[in-house]
Every structure is written in structure tokens, then in C-alpha cells.
């Protein structure tokens, strides 16, 4: 059987500090691009590499039997295994933040079990901020515990949103912001999807959503907003996955929600 999920999330901490205190070394040390991926935009540094590689190590001697996913190397020869624990990595999130030295790009590590994510860690690599949840334990930040906004009124949310790299993607992301502008306060794209939901989860914005995002873009981000007390989901009754993640305030949902089909924000390429 699995070990409880604060048991995962031990491990979890312990990892994404090495692995947040080798990305910022590394960025000190400069960086630049090493490949693209699927644009030319798309780039991944030596550090996204060298850092998802000690994850990956760590873990393998941490948790020998479990599985893995992760952003640059995939599921690598750990398959899953049923009951089994995963972990999902994403090395940095925000990596073009990384390598324009913007201090918003983080280490994001998420324990699931069963398909369900139970434990996760995002760390900002330039600050030190650290986020923690467990499923059922609440979202934390540094030690003191998370609520959401209170905000009601979609008019008056500050509301983040990310953007893919294929360029059909972008355009058609960029139409629905342009007709969501005038319906909410403001509208930010900071760059890291696993801190936008962890910024939400302490009501440092008001909502977020985002499409086309990879599981190990938000699975622990996902669950310290839902642990803090935000509703994840993605459109017309369907869970948050690649087609689209709101997440939003109970009362601010169904608004958004809304708001957000009339412009088939899950649409598009
Ligand atoms: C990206 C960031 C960005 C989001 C993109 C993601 P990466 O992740 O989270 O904010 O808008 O959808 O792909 O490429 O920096 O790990």
C-alpha cells in the first residue's frame, strides 16, 4: 500500500529543495537555450535537463519501485504500477521566466496515487516562496495555512491566464482574453502555470484558468488551490485536464465558467 500522503510529501519537500537550490545555482552560473521543443519558442535549458535528472535520481533512491512523469524525460523505465505511487515532475515551470532571470518560475512535484494527486510541492526558485498541500491536509505556504478570495463579483477579479506555444493555440488564447478583458478587473500572465495556481490558492489573484496545460504543468499547483478551498475543474462538467483548467473562488466559478465556454476557451487548436 501507498504511504500517507504527508509521508509523500516529505519526500516531496526534501527533493524539490535540492532540486530548486540546483536551478538556481545554475541560473546564476547562466544559462542558455539548448533545444527547442515544440516551437521554436518552446525551449528548454541545460538546467530544465540537469535538474529533472536529479529529481529523477533522488527519487530512485528515495521510492525505487515508483513510477514517474516528467516534463523532459517522460516516464523514462519506471512504469506505473496499480495502488502504486507516481510521481509528476516538472523540473522549472516558467522556464522562459528562467532564462530571462524574471524571479517567477518554479519546481513543481506532485505525488499521485491511484490517479489521484494526494501530495505536491511548487517551489519558486528565485524567492524561496514554497507551497505544500495534501489531499484532505489543506494548502500551505511557508508554514501558515491557505484560503482563496472571497471575491463574488466577476467584475472586480484579477484573474491570470497562460499561454501555449503553437502559434494557432496562441491566437485563438489571445481572442478569448481580448473578450474576457472587459468583463473583469485585469487580466495577468505572469509565466509559470504551477505558481499561478498556488498565487490563487492565497487569493493573490482571483481565479486562473488556462488551456492546453501537461499534467506536470499543474498537478501540484492543482491541488494547493483546491486545498484552498478554490473549485478546479475544466468546462461543462468535465475534470481540469488539457482542454482546460479554471480554477476559481465556489462563487466566481460559475460565472467564469461561463464566460468562458460563450468564448469556447476550450476551443481552438
Ligand atoms: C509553461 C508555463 C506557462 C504556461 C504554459 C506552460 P514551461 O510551462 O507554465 O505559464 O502558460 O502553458 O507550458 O514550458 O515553462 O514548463
Not at 516528467?70 to 522562459?96: L, N, Q
Not at 501558515?144 to 466577476?154: F, G, P, V, W
Request: proline share 5%; net charge negative.
Amino acid at each position: 500500500t501507498a504511504p500517507a500522503p504527508r509521508d509523500l510529501l516529505e519526500i516531496a519537500v526534501t527533493v524539490a529543495r535540492d532540486a530548486a537550490a540546483t536551478a538556481y545555482r545554475m541560473r546564476a552560473e547562466g544559462v542558455s537555450v539548448a533545444a527547442t521543443k515544440s516551437t521554436v519558442t518552446d525551449v528548454v535549458t541545460a538546467a530544465d535537463r540537469a535538474v529533472e535528472r536529479q529529481v529523477l535520481d533522488a527519487l530512485r533512491q528515495l521510492r525505487p519501485d515508483d513510477a514517474v512523469l516528467g516534463e523532459e524525460y517522460g516516464a523514462g523505465d519506471t512504469p506505473a504500477v496499480a495502488g502504486g505511487v507516481r510521481w509528476i515532475v516538472d523540473p522549472i515551470d516558467g522556464t522562459v521566466n528562467y532564462l530571462y532571470g524574471l524571479p517567477y518560475c518554479a519546481v513543481s512535484l506532485a505525488a499521485e496515487v491511484d490517479g489521484e494527486v494526494v501530495a505536491g510541492v511548487v517551489r519558486n526558485v528565485a524567492t524561496g516562496e514554497e507551497w505544500t498541500a495534501t489531499a484532505g491536509g489543506g494548502a500551505w505556504r511557508d508554514g501558515a495555512r491557505l484560503r482563496c478570495s472571497t471575491e463574488t463579483d466577476l467584475g472586480q477579479a484579477l484573474v491570470a491566464t497562460g499561454f501555449g506555444y503553437d502559434p494557432g493555440r496562441r491566437a485563438h488564447q489571445a481572442r478569448v482574453v481580448a473578450h474576457l478583458i472587459p468583463h473583469v478587473r485585469d487580466i495577468r500572465r505572469l509565466g509559470a502555470a504551477a505558481l499561478d495556481l498556488c498565487l490563487a490558492a492565497e487569493g493573490r489573484v482571483d481565479a486562473y484558468y488556462e488551456k492546453g496545460l501537461a499534467a506536470w504543468d499543474q498537478a501540484a499547483g492543482a491541488l494547493v488551490a483546491a486545498e484552498a478551498g478554490l473549485r478546479v475543474a475544466g468546462l461543462r462538467g468535465l475534470p481540469a485536464g488539457p482542454d482546460l483548467v479554471v480554477a476559481a473562488p465556489p462563487a466566481l466559478f460559475g460565472p467564469l465558467h461561463d464566460r468562458l465556454v460563450d468564448l469556447d476557451a476550450s476551443g481552438g487548436p
